[in-house]
């Protein structure tokens, strides 16, 4: 039983939130109760198996393990192939991890619950098959598959207040405003992907990352007649670069996000922050540093400026804001740039002879997929604290909220602190050690824009103290003294793992960043 259980257990983990889905059907719609523990404990399972995932995979060994192949469209010479590394078994880990807690957090859903639970299992599944798939077209159809139960998620479910100008005049919900603008420019970027994806298997004959991977970045033959070899790597190159930087989001492809998290259900910013965004920066280290050395190399001042412009006007951008959730939103912007630097770093000294080097561009890797995971846990609970507030007081405004609820709530003040300040970048806290990897990374290699970027380090303290001072200091606030302002137990169980974890990862980052070494040594050549 166990022999059969590791062989097939990342088709176990990719396809228990489907099974889950199903037993899910089996409740009847009026029994939401039931609806919601099944949704949890389903949710669970996956959770469960990713942790013995991480308990068996081997940190010192370089390559995809726990491989699963087997024909699936022979016609087109694309294979179901499922493997993990040490960048993406982190992300598995954190995509099961948030995805109870989310469902946990929609307890407070009543319209539709056994739909949104289903659309939540769904969303899980596509998540994590982006992060497993070995072939292109297979990754591809887990990149679609997440896009649809998220726009559902915002549209049906998102904010109940609001309006936004939609065409020539016509007025719609915010929430369908930004479901809309959410799905257009994701699926802009899905075009460019399969457009880059189809150019590989043509040249490949085979949608396999492992044998693309052989091909592809040393190919000098002629790709199309008439057009040379290097337009071709050039035009796919690109189009996967779009694609992803829309999915961080990289300035300026970033304006979808503070709409789609204002509007979203607090569960739905949770995964959107958490875990979606980070299939862009994934699919820069999974398929755009392996298969475009030269080209990354020669784009990666570019990157670096788009990512110094992410974190400086990202931060500003937040400090600017009056609306918490929308503070919250663009501290991911300023975040993610961060995680783009390294990315910039690591695809400027990938294959250099210079060990010097080569080890600021593994730290800048490693600190990237650091920043990944840390990230997704310290916006997870941002987003889940303003949903907390939210929930009591309908308003988000900071200047209605005016401040003093501290005394109201003083453990849900003392939980925000530390959220706070884990996505500050507090020494002790697991944000310092990500993005001080990152820094030190990317100091040797990009200088000028490495101190620029500071800027945004140093606004993300002023909107961050912003926040916090107009959420809780001041007198006793009278207004909501009416309102049971104190977190309850369930909203307890559903933040202490993030910070658990926060607390964790500052103190001992050893027990992650040993699995992410090896591989991102490889990467860096």
Do not use: C
Request: hydrophobic fraction near 55%; charged fraction near 10%; aromatic fraction near 12%.
């Amino acid at each position: 039983m166990n022999e059969f259980i590791m062989q097939r257990l990342l088709t176990l983990i990719l396809f228990a939130p489907v099974v889950g889905m199903v037993a899910v059907m089996l409740v009847p719609s009026e029994r939401k109760q039931a609806v919601r523990w099944v949704s949890l404990v389903a949710s669970l399972v996956p959770f469960g198996l990713s942790v013995l995932l991480w308990v068996n995979f081997d940190n010192g060994a370089t390559g995809f393990q726990f491989e699963e192949r087997a024909e699936w469209y022979t016609v087109i010479r694309s294979s179901y192939h499922l493997g993990v590394d040490g960048i993406s078994v982190p992300m598995i880990l954190l995509t099961t991890l948030l995805t109870p807690l989310g469902i946990l957090t929609s307890f407070g859903i009543q319209d539709r619950v056994k739909a949104y639970m289903l659309l939540f299992l769904m969303l899980e599944t596509g998540m994590l098959g982006v992060f497993m798939a070995l072939d292109l077209i297979l990754f591809f159809l887990f990149w679609e598959i997440g896009l649809v139960p998220m726009y559902f998620l915002i549209s049906v479910w998102g904010s109940p207040k609001g309006e936004r100008e939609f065409g020539s005049g016509k007025r719609v919900s915010a929430r369908y405003y930004a479901s809309y603008k959410f799905f257009v420019y994701t699926l802009g970027g899905s075009l460019g992907l399969l457009l880059a994806i189809q150019i590989l298997g043509l040249v490949g004959g085979s949608f396999d990352l492992i044998v693309l991977l052989d091909k592809w970045p040393n190919f000098s033959g002629e790709l199309f007649a008439n057009i040379p070899t290097s337009a071709v790597r050039s035009a796919a190159f690109w189009a996967f670069v779009l694609a992803f930087a829309i999915k961080v989001p990289l300035w300026p492809f970033h304006t979808w996000l503070p709409d789609a998290h204002t509007e979203a259900p607090t569960a739905g910013s949770m995964i959107l922050a958490g875990v979606l965004l980070k299939l862009g920066a994934y699919g820069f280290l999974r398929l755009v540093l392996p298969l475009f050395p030269q080209e990354a190399h020669d784009a990666a001042p570019v990157l670096a400026f788009l990512a110094m412009a992410a974190i400086v006007l990202g931060a500003l951008s937040a400090y600017g804001q009056s609306d918490f959730k929308r503070l919250v939103a663009y501290s991911s912007v300023n975040h993610m740039g961060f995680v783009v630097l390294g990315i910039a770093a690591a695809a400027w000294v990938a294959g250099s002879s210079d060990a010097g080097m080569r080890l600021s561009g593994t730290l800048a890797t490693t600190g990237v997929v650091l920043q990944m995971f840390n990230h997704g846990l310290s916006a997870a609970a941002m987003f889940f604290l303003v949903g907390v507030v939210y929930d009591r007081v309908h308003t988000r405004d900071l200047d209605e909220l005016g401040g003093g609820i501290w005394q109201l709530a003083p453990a849900y003040g003392g939980i925000l602190i530390f959220s706070s300040m884990a996505s500050l970048g507090l020494p002790g806290l697991n944000g310092f050690v990500s993005e001080f990897a990152i820094v030190r990374g990317a100091w040797p290699i990009f200088s000028a824009v490495t101190a620029v970027s500071m800027v945004g380090l140093f606004f993300t303290g002023a909107y961050i103290l912003k926040g916090i001072r107009q959420v809780l200091h001041g007198p006793r606030n009278e207004k909501w003294s009416h309102h049971e302002m104190e977190v309850t137990t369930r909203e307890k169980v559903i933040v202490a793992p993030l910070m658990l974890l926060m607390l964790i990862i500052g103190l001992w980052p050893w027990w992650i960043t040993s699995v992410i070494n090896e591989t991102a040594k490889s990467l860096i050549g």
